[in-house]
């Protein structure tokens, strides 16, 4: 049975006393059944309900950080998060209220660099909130060679799509077996913040929203966008703002980030090819062509590994000889 805006409304006022609701309208999807309202005191509040298996996981993993980012740690932050006011159910129905923050999707900003100061700032507070918040199952947690695991498992499939330039290889090999990249504290990341998820009021960040993906991992999970979207100069302008606000003795951070968007590059290539879809194919190869030229002979791009002695890449049915030699890491890089 689906749930209309009325019901959801007068399930969230029954459930929540204090909550006034001046005026609301249907934003239902595929998804869900939903309504957003505006408050008598000018908030902002969705109420929903999922209709799918799908929409019920992100729902609950919204829902566990929704309830994380209790006042304490709003407090910490200087931009305003969504956050859960309620869930329960009706007729075996899950419904969730959550109050909402607003602002313009950095996205759809035509200059970007103009809000680098501020979302420098903003990244580092999420990267700030201290560990201990988190509870056991809350959010996910990963650890140090985790990341290195992931990194090594993008460039052994990268590696069999006999697609990727020798050069950019050794480059991406060298960087997997430099054991000082791999040595972090791993922080509380949201994990998807991609510009949609980031909210502007001007130059200044606002909200940041889209929490499903959030867990104790790698900062450089965060920071990668900045890396593929801007240039070298306005990374280093981020990284000294970023440092400032937040003091680590991460000394390689930025140059796991910028591995990090070397990466994604190497995600998309794998997707074509899983997908066997020949555009994603040539969409990813002429990007990492791209990557190659800008990379090559470029100190302001470098990863801070010792460059490989170029090799000869004869391609078995999975990979090169060296490769098939490296096998995975057997010892934690912390």
Not at 97 to 108: A, Q, R
Request: glycine share 6%; hydrophobic share 45%; with cysteine.
């Amino acid at each position: 049975m689906a749930l209309s805006p009325i019901m959801l409304t007068a399930w969230a006022v029954a459930e929540i006393k204090s909550l006034e609701i001046d005026g609301y309208r249907d934003t239902s999807t595929a998804d869900f059944d939903r309504v957003t309202c505006r408050t008598s005191d000018d908030r902002i509040v969705s109420i929903s309900s999922p209709l799918t298996a799908h929409a019920a996981d992100l729902q609950n993993a919204e829902h566990r950080v929704g309830q994380l980012l209790g006042a304490g740690v709003r407090e910490r932050l200087p931009f305003g998060v969504p956050h859960t006011l309620a869930a329960g159910s009706h007729d075996k129905r899950r419904i969730v209220v959550t109050e909402e923050t607003s602002g313009t999707p950095l996205s759809s900003l035509k200059d970007g660099r103009a809000a680098i100061p501020s979302l420098a700032s903003a990244i580092a507070a999420i990267h700030n909130l201290p560990t201990s918040i988190v509870t056991r199952n809350v959010i996910p947690v990963t650890t140090s060679l985790d990341s290195l695991r992931d990194a090594a498992g993008i460039f052994d499939r990268a590696h069999q799509t006999a697609k990727v330039p020798s050069p950019l290889l050794d480059r991406w090999d060298a960087a997997i077996e430099d054991a000082g990249l791999w040595q972090f504290t791993p922080t509380i990341t949201h994990g998807h913040l991609d510009f949609d998820a980031i909210l502007m009021d001007g130059q200044t960040v606002a909200g940041v929203i889209n929490w499903a993906g959030a867990r104790v991992a790698d900062p450089a999970d965060d920071l990668f966008r900045v890396f593929a979207r801007f240039s070298a100069d306005v990374a280093v302008e981020f990284m000294t703002i970023y440092s400032a606000e937040r003091p680590t003795n991460d000394i390689r951070l930025a140059h796991r980030s910028r591995f990090a968007s070397e990466l994604e590059v190497a995600r998309w290539l794998i997707h074509g090819a899983d997908s066997n879809d020949d555009g994603i194919i040539a969409d990813a190869v002429a990007m990492l062509n791209a990557l190659l030229a800008a990379v090559t002979d470029n100190p302001a791009t470098d990863l801070g590994a010792p460059p490989k002695s170029p090799t000869t890449l004869m391609f078995d049915e999975y990979r090169t000889t060296e490769s098939a030699q490296r096998d995975e890491p057997t010892t934690e890089p912390l």
